[in-house]
């Protein structure tokens, strides 16, 4: 006779062994590499957080604290962040927050996958703004302006989100797809199919701040397929 609570045990052993483990990474200032971005630890909204902002105009995408020792090409990444508009930003500054992915790791950084959101477009009156609440870029070649002059809709999509408080975030790479998922959703707000740095990229994953931005952010979990 099979012994039921055993073999329970042999299988949830069997699983433990077989199915990846997510990985929290803590998010120091020593654990980060600074890219045209200042980074200092703080408490925002009850949560010990890096809070990411850039001090002067940049001339790229490439804004981002670099994680450390990170090697990182398919998997789930989530973590928990928050975008305002800082008080001298311009008019079209939007909290701009987000994930960066496979992030060369060499000097300049050279290429890059980012999911970004714009917490202020998530509850605009405008409906064309708020269709504009989740971006993907990818660097080299592929800025927001290029992908929406040129395939209009495709790489972005509404979000309910709201400026200056936690938004959960969740990114799953597989090869040539990434799919963006917002505050628990069982379904993707944003998918990607043709990542524009091919599948085969890997590299390090980054916090992202856009313009006239302060960013924060908490609980980072990185999870491996492979």
Same mark, same amino acid.
């Given at each position: 006779?099979v012994?039921?609570? =055993?073999?329970?045990?042999?299988? =949830?052993?069997? =699983?433990?062994?077989?199915?990846?483990?997510?990985?929290?990474?803590?998010?120091?200032?020593?654990?980060?590499?600074?890219?045209?971005?200042?980074?200092?630890e703080?408490?925002?909204?009850?949560?010990n957080?890096?809070?990411?902002?850039?001090?002067?105009?940049?001339?790229?995408?490439?804004?981002?604290?670099?994680?450390?020792?990170?090697?990182?090409?398919?998997?789930?990444?989530?973590?928990?962040?928050?975008?305002?508009?800082?008080?001298?930003?311009?008019?079209?500054?939007?909290?701009?927050?987000?994930?960066?992915?496979?992030?060369?790791?060499?000097?300049?950084?050279?290429?890059?996958?980012?999911?970004?959101?714009?917490?202020?477009?998530?509850?605009?009156?405008?409906?064309?703004?708020?269709?504009?609440?989740?971006?993907?870029?990818? /660097?080299?070649?592929?800025? /927001?302006?290029?992908?929406?002059?040129?395939?209009?809709?495709?790489?972005?999509?509404?979000?309910?989100?709201?400026?200056?408080?936690?938004?959960?975030?969740?990114?799953?790479?597989?090869?040539?797809?990434?799919?963006?998922?917002?505050?628990?959703?069982?379904?993707?707000?944003?998918?990607?199919?043709?990542?524009?740095?091919?599948?085969?990229?890997?590299?390090?994953?980054?916090?992202?701040?856009?313009?006239?931005?302060?960013?924060?952010?908490?609980?980072?979990?990185?999870?491996? =397929?492979?």
């Amino acid at each position: 006779m099979v012994n039921k609570k =055993l073999l329970g045990t042999l299988v =949830l052993s069997v =699983l433990m062994f077989i199915l990846p483990k997510a990985q929290k990474i803590p998010l120091r200032s020593a654990e980060v590499v600074p890219y045209q971005v200042t980074v200092s630890e703080v408490k925002y909204k009850g949560k010990n957080a890096l809070a990411i902002q850039i001090p002067e105009p940049a001339d790229n995408e490439k804004t981002l604290a670099l994680l450390k020792n990170i090697d990182f090409h398919n998997g789930i990444i989530e973590a928990t962040i928050s975008g305002q508009a800082l008080a001298n930003a311009s008019e079209t500054a939007r909290g701009f927050v987000g994930i960066a992915f496979r992030v060369a790791s060499d000097e300049d950084i050279s290429k890059m996958e980012v999911f970004y959101l714009r917490p202020t477009n998530g509850r605009a009156n405008d409906q064309v703004r708020r269709n504009h609440s989740t971006q993907y870029i990818s /660097w080299p070649g592929y800025p /927001w302006e290029k992908l929406r002059k040129e395939t209009p809709e495709k790489y972005e999509a509404y979000a309910d989100m709201v400026p200056a408080e936690w938004i959960r975030v969740k990114i799953e790479v597989k090869d040539e797809t990434a799919k963006l998922y917002v505050n628990g959703a069982c379904q993707p707000v944003l998918i990607v199919n043709d990542l524009k740095q091919g599948g085969n990229l890997c590299g390090s994953i980054g916090l992202w701040v856009g313009p006239g931005t302060l960013g924060h952010f908490t609980d980072l979990k990185i999870t491996k =397929l492979d």
